[in-house]
């Protein structure tokens, strides 16, 4: 398969992700190459292709490190027994969603930091074989070194690594030994306690040399079948997953400790796949009524303070907060898109510039007419203040660090906030607003930041007219009333 493909006018780099991040980070990473130039984008691509090896390699151990709850530093040797492909992959599979969600940030940050060096033109394509030259030489240097140290008719032989009375030793009797390992809360402590109890309780309490997969099976099925709070017939998957993963970390610590070199127990074992109800709800649009709550709670009306912004209050601040809903009701922003957006000018038409953050897909790079209704709101004039006085948008004194985190318990805080409900449904809202209008299908998806379905519909998407801009402006109307939040 092609290492570098062609999309529309741009080349883009087409890596495969190695087979035990798979489950973290998709089959393959797709990155732009920023040019259409076939020379520059090998150059490029090359440059991109060894770095993104370097980053997969440091991903395993950082994946590691959180399996294990230790800093990358502290990591030894030990804790790499048995390091394979197996054994990483079903430990990415034990990982908790937070974790989950630690690496692919952390895994974000790695590329985007190597794209932002694609530019520089002094990576000429004779730089970049030298690099790729220079990695062979010592990949086969290594071999040729490595074999000259062997008899001939002798196969590499893995040096015995001595176990030690540890051993024989019982998992709740090395429970200190491994948290003094590691910092961890007090809390953590207590549940990884709690696992090792039900673990033994459940398998005996056999020496760590003597627990063997099955026992860890069998725990499972255990976790399983163990009924689950709230009256539900079967555990919960994210507490199967969280209490599988500590007894299979603890264990391939202890047998790293004790010396032992057989393939690390357990590893392999699985929990169950999510139920329909377990796995992510379905969003739904906020009702008319349900936006009335939201645009007549005391953040709009009357607060007691910044600290106290669902309390009833005679207090009204118009800063971040305040039109952060407003914008993402009237402009169906992603909450992710709205802290480095900008004010930007069409032809006479104020528009909310998402060309810089929209990146979650292609089209999410766009520009969104301003509502009339959101302008009256203050918005515009706020905006350009901001912009003024050398700040960003939604990046203000009182802004919060995490907006969805932040408006979804504004949201739980004032009644509306449920599995359906949560501020992306905002953003739904929006979407219903715009099909209410009967807009065209192109421009609908141009100014939500989706790709067209069809060849016709994606040629020229890159650009808003202010034709399509105009229409959206006349035709798309708010599901409330806003006046009472008309700046005078």
Not at 129 to 150: H, M, P, T, Y
Not at 256 to 284: F, H
Request: proline share 3%.
């Amino acid at each position: 398969m092609a290492f570098i493909l062609r999309r529309r006018a741009g080349l883009y780099a087409r890596v495969r992700v190695p087979t035990e991040l798979a489950g973290l980070l998709g089959s393959h990473i797709v990155r732009t190459l920023r040019t259409s130039d076939r020379r520059k984008a090998q150059t490029r691509g090359a440059w991109f292709r060894v770095r993104i090896a370097g980053i997969f390699e440091a991903m395993k151990h950082e994946a590691n490190a959180i399996v294990l709850g230790k800093d990358i530093e502290s990591l030894t040797n030990s804790d790499l027994v048995g390091c394979d492909r197996v054994r990483l992959l079903a430990d990415i599979e034990s990982l908790t969603d937070a974790q989950r969600k630690l690496l692919k940030t952390r895994f974000a940050f790695l590329v985007a930091r190597s794209e932002r060096s694609l530019d520089d033109d002094t990576q000429d394509l004779r730089m970049t074989e030298d690099v790729l030259l220079a990695l062979k030489d010592a990949k086969q240097v290594g071999l040729i070194e490595g074999l000259r140290q062997v008899p001939d008719g002798q196969k590499v032989q893995k040096p015995a690594v001595k176990q030690d009375k540890r051993a024989n030793k019982k998992l709740s009797e090395l429970l200190d030994l491994y948290f003094s390992d590691r910092t961890l809360s007090d809390k953590t402590k207590n549940e990884i306690r709690a696992t090792a109890r039900d673990f033994e309780s459940e398998v005996g309490k056999k020496a760590i040399k003597d627990i063997t997969t099955e026992d860890v099976a069998s725990f499972k099925t255990w976790l399983q079948d163990k009924p689950g709070r709230a009256g539900r017939a079967q555990s919960a998957h994210a507490t199967v997953q969280k209490s599988l993963g500590i007894v299979k970390s603890f264990l391939r610590w202890a047998h790293g400790e004790a010396g032992i070199t057989k393939e690390a127990v357990g590893q392999n074992v699985l929990p169950r796949k999510k139920t329909r109800e377990e796995k992510a709800p379905l969003r739904l649009a906020f009702s008319p009524e349900q936006l009335g709550v939201i645009f007549s709670s005391p953040l709009f009306t009357g607060c007691h303070s910044r600290q106290q912004l669902s309390q009833v209050g005679k207090s009204v601040f118009r800063d971040d907060r305040f039109y952060f809903f407003l914008c993402v009701l009237m402009t169906g922003a992603r909450v992710e898109e709205l802290p480095n957006s900008h004010l930007t000018d069409l032809d006479g038409v104020t528009c909310l510039d998402l060309t810089k953050t929209g990146t979650k897909t292609q089209a999410g790079a766009r520009i969104i007419p301003i509502l009339p209704a959101l302008e009256k709101t203050g918005f515009t004039a706020w905006a350009r203040r901001r912009v003024q006085d050398g700040g960003e948008l939604f990046r203000g004194l009182h802004a919060p660090k995490d907006w969805s985190q932040w408006s979804n318990r504004y949201l739980a805080s004032i009644g509306v906030s449920d599995r359906e409900h949560t501020t992306y449904s905002l953003r739904h809202a929006f979407r219903q607003m715009m099909r209410g209008a009967n807009l065209n299908l192109e421009i609908m998806n141009k100014i939500f930041g989706h790709e067209g379905e069809s060849v016709g519909e994606n040629y020229g998407r890159q650009l808003l007219t202010k034709e399509e801009a105009q229409a959206f402006l006349q035709n798309v109307k708010p599901p409330i009333d806003f006046k009472h939040l008309y700046q005078k």
